[in-house]
C-alpha cells in the first residue's frame, strides 16, 4: 500500500482547513499527564538563558597523561558535550572515531594534526563516522571542543596504547 500524502493547502483550501480543525475533538488528559506536563514547562522557565561558567569555575579532570578535561556543559538527551581540555607539552590525543560531529577550536598554543600545524583562532570539524589521527602537542595547547559525550579514560587510554 502506497504512503498517504499529507493533506496540504494545494489540495483543500484555507477555509476547509479552518473547518476540520475546529470540527475535532480534543482528547482529555489525565491529571497526572498535566501535572507532569505542567512541571516540565515550569521547570525550563526556571532555567536561566545564559548559563555561564567563568575562567576560575569548574574542575580540571586528568584523561590521559598531560591531558585535563573542564567540562563547560553537558546535554545528556542529545548526548553532546562542551569542554576544555588542556595538553601538557608533549602530549597527544590518539586516533578515535567519532559517531556525532566534533568541533574544535584552538585557544591557546598550537596542535599538530595529519602533518599541519594548526594554532590559537584555527577552527577544525570532523563528521560523523570520521575516524582521525592523532592530535599532537609539541609545546602544550588548551582546545575547546564540543562533541559526543567523551568516552571515560580507560576508553582512551587503550586507544592510545595502540600503535
Known amino acids: 500500500m502506497a504512503p498517504r500524502k499529507p ?19 480534543p482528547l482529555p488528559l489525565s491529571t497526572e499527564l498535566q501535572s507532569r506536563m505542567r512541571a516540565r514547562v515550569l521547570a525550563d522557565a526556571k532555567k536561566p538563558h545564559t548559563e555561564v561558567v567563568l575562567a576560575d569555575e569548574g574542575e580540571w579532570k586528568p584523561l ?12 545528556k538527551e542529545k548526548g553532546t558535550q562542551t569542554s576544555l581540555w588542556k595538553l601538557e607539552p608533549g602530549s597527544r590525543v ?10 574544535c577550536m584552538v585557544m ?36 575547546m571542543i564540543r ?17
Open 7 to 25: 493533506i496540504s493547502s494545494d489540495i483543500l483550501d484555507q477555509a476547509t482547513l479552518s473547518l476540520l480543525a475546529t470540527a475535532l475533538n
Open 64 to 75: 590521559l597523561p598531560g591531558i585535563t578535561i573542564k567540562t563547560l556543559r553537558l546535554d
Open 94 to 103: 590518539p586516533p578515535h572515531p567519532h559517531n556525532k560531529e566534533e568541533e
Open 108 to 143: 591557546q598554543g598550537y596542535v599538530m594534526h595529519d602533518g599541519r600545524r594548526y594554532a590559537a583562532g584555527d577552527f577544525l570539524f570532523a563528521r560523523p563516522g570520521v575516524v582521525h589521527s592523532d592530535f599532537f602537542a609539541p609545546e602544550g595547547a588548551v582546545l
Open 147 to 163: 562533541s559526543e559525550l567523551v568516552p571515560d579514560a580507560e576508553v582512551l587510554a587503550r586507544l592510545a596504547s595502540k600503535p
